[in-house]
Nanobody, 123 residues
């Protein structure tokens, strides 16, 4: 089973950028679809982005499309989320996720979660 550690969150002004990182343990990282979810205060967890096993395909929630980019480096057992043009509504705890069978938008196929990293966007 893969284990995930998220990092890179922080406080940023609206319009700014952050890059989240997800470091995975284990030798089977490339066998997992990777993704990011987020949960804002008082709201349910929501899907943000996912990337295929080899990195050739990526999918995004409409709310972040064109602003966020998900990537992965299988040689470094890592996944990333580059977030540009951040908005106050992007404020949330962001969670890295791994799924051997893929990652549905509901998170029901997640095999492992990161501990979460807080992103706060001020207006």
């Amino acid at each position: 089973q893969v284990q995930l550690v998220d990092s890179g969150g922080g406080l940023v002004q609206a319009g700014g950028s952050l890059r989240l990182s997800c470091a995975a343990s284990g030798r089977t990282f490339r066998s997992y679809v990777m993704g990011w979810f987020r949960q804002a205060p008082g709201k349910e967890r929501e899907f943000v982005a996912t990337i295929s096993w080899g990195g050739g395909s990526a999918y995004y929630a409409d709310s972040v499309k064109g602003r966020f980019t998900i990537t992965r480096d299988n040689a470094k057992n890592s996944a990333y989320l580059q977030m540009n043009d951040l908005k106050p509504e992007d404020t949330a705890v962001y969670y890295c996720a791994a799924g051997a069978r893929g990652l549905g938008p509901g998170g029901d196929t997640v095999d492992a979660w990161g501990q979460g990293t807080l992103v706060t966007v001020s207006s």
